[in-house]
């Protein structure tokens, strides 16, 4: 269930997330410890156990929930009126305004991944899975074909650069609105070239 749908969770495991989740963007998840994590929440080492099961599931859940706000804006895209180009081009935006509030979600996402044990691994490559189906279904309503197993291949990496694009191009000079315009242009072409379809 997205993030936006849950009920609260408690304030304290709140914040504990949420600074965790900033020390593990800034440094990087394999290199803090357990005991720089209790350092940086100001407890314990020994009472970490106590606000968090481990440090994988804690990533785990990060990255999860990544993903589930990824699909539930697809889905709710997919659900709007509109024409195939339309959701397509709704698809990439929600995509790169979702960074806005979740970009060291993305960056977990990309470089620590993984850093999850094998069924968590799983359980996020399926989830990623679902969201790319999405995709290819919006492209293949678009162009009228349906993909075969490269481009469905190089659609997955179009995701890929979806989740890095914003992280990449800094443009101070434009507003909000023309710098995501701009992501959204080389997304487009992006996708475009690695199917080599008009998606217009």
Not at 13 to 36: I, N, W
Not at 80 to 103: C, I, K, T, Y
Not at 188 to 194: T, V, Y
């Amino acid at each position: 269930m997205p993030a936006s749908q849950r009920l609260p969770v408690p304030s304290r495991y709140q914040t504990t997330r949420s600074q965790a989740l900033q020390l593990f963007a800034e440094r990087g998840f394999s290199r803090v410890s357990m005991r720089e994590l209790a350092d940086y929440l100001g407890i314990r080492p020994g009472s970490l156990y106590h606000h968090i099961e481990s440090k994988e599931a804690l990533l785990f859940e990060l990255v999860e929930e990544l993903y589930e706000e990824l699909l539930h804006g697809a889905q709710l895209i997919k659900r709007r009126l509109g024409s195939p180009a339309e959701h397509l081009h709704g698809m990439l935006e929600a995509h790169l305004r979702l960074h806005a509030s979740m970009g060291e979600h993305f960056r977990l996402a990309e470089y620590d991944g993984h850093c999850l044990g094998e069924e968590q691994q799983a359980r996020i490559g399926a989830l990623r899975e679902r969201y790319e189906r999405l995709l290819a279904d919006c492209v293949e309503r678009v162009t009228g074909q349906a993909l075969g197993n490269s481009r469905r291949a190089a659609l997955s990496g179009v995701v890929s650069l979806l989740n890095q694009l914003p992280a990449w191009v800094q443009t101070p000079r434009l507003s909000p609105q023309a710098h995501l315009d701009l992501l959204g242009d080389m997304a487009m072409s992006a996708l475009q070239g690695a199917l080599r379809a008009p998606l217009d």
